[in-house]
C-alpha cells in the first residue's frame, strides 16, 4: 500500500507540471496575441475561452476523454484544454493593462518589433498573477486527474494513480477501510499543501495583499 502511494505521487506531481506547462503556455501565447490583436480578433478569441468556460471543467474534461479514449495522456490533454482559458483571460487582462504604460510607448518609438514588445517587454511583467495562477491550477489538475481516474476515464489498473486507486478500493470499503482512506488522504494534503503555497506566492508576488 504504502509503494504505490509513493508510485502515486509521482503520477500525480508529473499530470500536474506537465498540464500546468502545456495549459500556461498556450493560454499565455494565445492571450499575448488576444491583447496585441485587432479587436475583432480579440473579441473571437475571447468568446471561444468563454465557450470553454461555460462548461463545468470537470465535465468537459470528462468529455474529451470519452473522446480521445481512456488513458492518463488523454486525461492530461484534456485538462490542460479545460484549464487554458484561465490562463488566456489573465494574461490578455495583463497585457491591456501594461500595453498603455510608458514604457511600452518608449521600446515602440524606439522601433521595437510586435514579437519584441509581447515577449521581452511586456510579458515579463505579466508573469506575476500567472505564476500564482499556474500553482492553484497545479492543485486543480491533480483532483482533476483523480476524479477522472476514479471514473475509469484517466489512468488504467494497474497503474497506481491515486484516484485509480480509490475505483479500485471501493468494493472493499467496510472490510478494509485504509485502502481507501490512504489514497484520499494522500490527494486531501498534496491538493491543501499546494494550495496554500499557492495563496503564499499570491501574498509574496502582489504588494496589495501582503498581510500586515
Known amino acids: 500500500m504504502l ?35 485587432p479587436r475583432w480578433l480579440d473579441t473571437l478569441i475571447m ?17 474529451l476523454v470519452a473522446v480521445l479514449g481512456p488513458s492518463l495522456v488523454n486525461a492530461m490533454i484534456a ?15 495583463s497585457v491591456l493593462s501594461e500595453r498603455q504604460k510608458d514604457y511600452v510607448t518608449s521600446a515602440r518609438v524606439a522601433g521595437a518589433g510586435l514579437g519584441r514588445l509581447m515577449f521581452v517587454t511586456v510579458l515579463p511583467n ?6 500564482v495562477q499556474a500553482a492553484l491550477s497545479f492543485s486543480t489538475a491533480i483532483l482533476d486527474a483523480a476524479a477522472l481516474g476514479f471514473l475509469g476515464m484517466g489512468a488504467q489498473p494497474p497503474t497506481p494513480e491515486w484516484g485509480t486507486m480509490l475505483a479500485e478500493a471501493r468494493e472493499f470499503i467496510l472490510r478494509a477501510w485504509w485502502v481507501v482512506t490512504f489514497p484520499g488522504v494522500a490527494i486531501l494534503v498534496t491538493v491543501l499543501a499546494i494550495n496554500l503555497m499557492g495563496d503564499g506566492l499570491r501574498d509574496a508576488l502582489d504588494p496589495k495583499l501582503k498581510r500586515s
Open 3 to 37: 509503494s504505490r502511494l509513493i508510485m502515486g505521487a509521482r503520477y500525480s506531481f508529473f499530470v500536474g507540471i506537465i498540464v500546468v506547462t502545456v495549459a500556461a503556455t498556450g493560454g499565455i501565447i494565445v492571450g499575448l496575441i488576444a491583447g496585441f490583436a
Open 47 to 63: 468568446r471561444v475561452m468563454d465557450i470553454i468556460l461555460a462548461f463545468p471543467s470537470l465535465l468537459l474534461a470528462l468529455v
Open 79 to 93: 485538462i490542460a484544454i479545460v484549464l487554458q482559458p484561465h490562463y488566456v483571460r489573465l494574461t490578455r487582462a
Open 126 to 131: 505579466c508573469l506575476a498573477p500567472i505564476i
